[in-house]
Nanobody, 126 residues
Framework: QVQLVESGGGSVQAGGSLRLSCAAS????????MGWFRQAPGKEREFVAA????????YYADSVKGRFTISRNNAKNTVYLQMNSLKPEDTAVYYC???????????????????WGQGTQVTVSS
């Protein structure tokens, strides 16, 4: 059982920045694709970004492309989400998730992920 703990959420004004972190308990962290998803009130969970095991490959939702950056530090078992130029519509609970061992063609599919964190709230005010 992999445990994931997100941190770094908070409240920020539009145009501001936040950096989310997700620490994994699994020492084999480096063997898995990692992803970030978010869920706003009354909406379905949606994909935000994913990163391959080595960090060479990344994939972003169109809504965050150019503003968010996903990265990972395998030595620290941690994945990050740097969020810049935040907008009110980015307000949501953000979740990190552990994916498969292979970088497939659909890293945006929630079904590709087996373990999820408890989430961290991000609130962007206008």
């Amino acid at each position: 059982q992999v445990q994931l703990v997100e941190s770094g959420g908070g409240s920020v004004q539009a145009g501001g920045s936040l950096r989310l972190s997700c620490a994994a308990s699994e020492r084999a962290f480096r063997n898995y694709v990692m992803g970030w998803f978010r869920q706003a009130p009354g909406k379905e969970r949606e994909f935000v970004a994913a990163i391959s095991r080595s960090g060479v490959n990344t994939y972003y939702a169109d809504s965050v492309k150019g503003r968010f950056t996903i990265s990972r530090n395998n030595a620290k078992n941690t994945v990050y989400l740097q969020m810049n130029s935040l907008k009110p519509e980015d307000t949501a609970v953000y979740y990190c998730a552990v994916g498969s061992t292979a970088w497939g063609p659909r890293p945006f599919m929630p079904t590709q992920y087996d373990y999820w964190g408890q989430g961290t709230q991000v609130t962007v005010s206008s």
